[in-house]
């Protein structure tokens, strides 16, 4: 068998194929005789039809097959004997007449994993947020914690004030006329959420109990019901009941459900965990800056096949955290196939990143060792709280391994790259506003 490699592009290459007649000839006489212990055919016993009166009968279908096993077996060889990188089924482009006592020719075109020589990625000229968590932070933190806890009982109130939960009736008019859906008893609106339509809340301030109301707003531009959007309207609207939400007290009692001992106690764990999510989002952060700042220095091609791989792993992994918390696509008003769409950008940017990564680990012989595994490995059973024995299992097959490897592999690329960087540490609005300049 002859066959010859072209490069079509980066990330294209074309295969053709020479493929002898004793070779044709042998798969169509195996695939004839498989046919000949199955074939049923009036006159003959079964196991016993000439191949003359099977080939008159069968004939397409057998050289579908064959065709189908000569494809298969070539192309997979010669990918292997090669070194072509395939990242893609092979597709048929063009092929001759396959026929018992005839060589046979075909052409099969194939994506394959580009060859990426990074550059220009020593001495990256970077922003980074400096890190900072304010006493402020910890006292928001404390109030979310108060709100959750809080109970909603009946206000003696008899006037609406912002962050009252105001139970109205109410009915809307669009040029006189009440439209669907634009009535309501005994709603529940919590004033100063902005849950409903803008302007609407705070016209309900100061609204006293039993009292009624013409509350004029406009529906905005983008509103979902296309015949309400952008028009204004008109709500008759009844103020019934006012509750409000009642919080705990910051006391010892509070710091105890939270299992502390006093609120002290609480605000250095609120602060520890802050800390821990503000280093997390600025690493974060920064590790996206570098990899913009690599792809603009190093712009790289990649296959289609790639990205639909990449889309495949992420869907999945979004579809398995819904179904953690009961929910499924469908609850979010998307499919698997509008998934993609929206995430696509975000799919070619992952296989771009993860591409440039790999190939300046290779350029600097940045390796990860046995023994680096086993402390990451550690550090894993550390903070997930789980025994060593349910991680080494989780970690014993080679998928997970290889993905934990190449996980641990673009840290100590980004932690290479960050060493070799020139940093300017900024707060987090000049970051926002270099960020918004860039734009």
Do not use: W
């Not at 003359?52 to 292997?80: C, D, G, H, I, M």
């Not at 009292?211 to 905005?220: A, D, H, L, R, S």
């Amino acid at each position: 068998m002859n066959v010859k490699v072209e490069d079509i592009s980066n990330i294209k290459k074309k295969l053709s194929f020479d493929i002898p007649v004793d070779t044709v000839d042998e798969e169509f006489s195996k695939a004839y005789k498989k046919l000949a212990k199955t074939a049923k055919v009036p006159g003959f016993r079964p196991g016993k039809v000439p191949r003359s009166v099977l080939e008159r009968q069968y004939a397409p279908q057998v050289e579908a097959q064959v065709f189908e096993r000569l494809v298969n077996e070539t192309f997979f060889k010669a990918l292997v004997e090669h070194k072509v990188d395939a990242v893609s089924a092979p597709e048929v482009v063009d092929n001759g007449q396959l026929k018992p006592g005839q060589p046979f020719a075909y052409e099969a075109e194939v994506e394959v994993r580009p060859e990426v020589s990074a550059k220009d990625y020593i001495g990256l000229e970077l922003k980074k947020e400096t890190f900072c968590v304010d006493d402020k932070a910890v006292e928001e933190r404390l109030d979310e914690m108060r709100k959750g806890q809080a109970k909603v009982e009946t206000s003696d109130r008899k006037v609406a004030q912002m962050g009252d939960i105001a139970i109205i009736d109410f009915e809307g008019f669009v040029d006189g006329e009440a439209f669907a859906g634009g009535k309501a008893e005994g709603h529940q609106l919590e004033l100063g959420s902005n849950t409903f339509i803008p302007g609407f809340e705070e016209q309900v301030v100061g609204l006293e109990c039993g009292q009624e109301k013409e509350i004029e707003v406009t529906f905005p531009e983008d509103y979902g019901n296309e015949e309400l959007a952008g028009k204004p309207a008109v709500f008759n609207v009844s103020l019934k009941e006012i509750k409000e939400r009642i919080l705990p007290e910051l006391d010892a009692e509070f710091a105890k459900e939270a299992g502390l001992e006093s609120i002290e106690d609480l605000k250095a764990k609120i602060r520890e965990s802050l800390e821990a999510q503000e280093n997390d989002r600025i690493e974060k952060d920064f590790r996206e800056r570098m990899i913009d700042a690599l792809l603009e220095a190093n712009p790289i091609e990649i296959p289609e096949s790639m990205v639909d791989s990449q889309l495949d792993y992420m869907l999945q992994n979004f579809q398995n955290r819904m179904q953690a918390q009961g929910m499924r696509l469908e609850d979010m008003g998307i499919n698997a196939e509008s998934f993609k769409q929206i995430y696509r950008e975000m799919g070619a940017r992952q296989v771009k990143a993860s591409l440039i990564l790999e190939a300046i680990a290779l350029q600097e012989n940045l390796k990860i060792e046995e023994d680096e595994i086993q402390d990451k490995l550690d550090e894993i059973v550390e903070a997930s709280g789980a025994t060593k024995e349910v991680v080494m299992n989780f970690y014993s097959s080679d998928e997970r391994r290889r993905a934990l490897v190449s996980q641990m592999a673009e840290e100590k690329v980004v932690a290479f790259l960050s060493g070799k960087a020139k940093i300017e540490m900024v707060d987090k609005d000049a970051l926002e506003n270099a960020g918004t300049a860039e734009e």
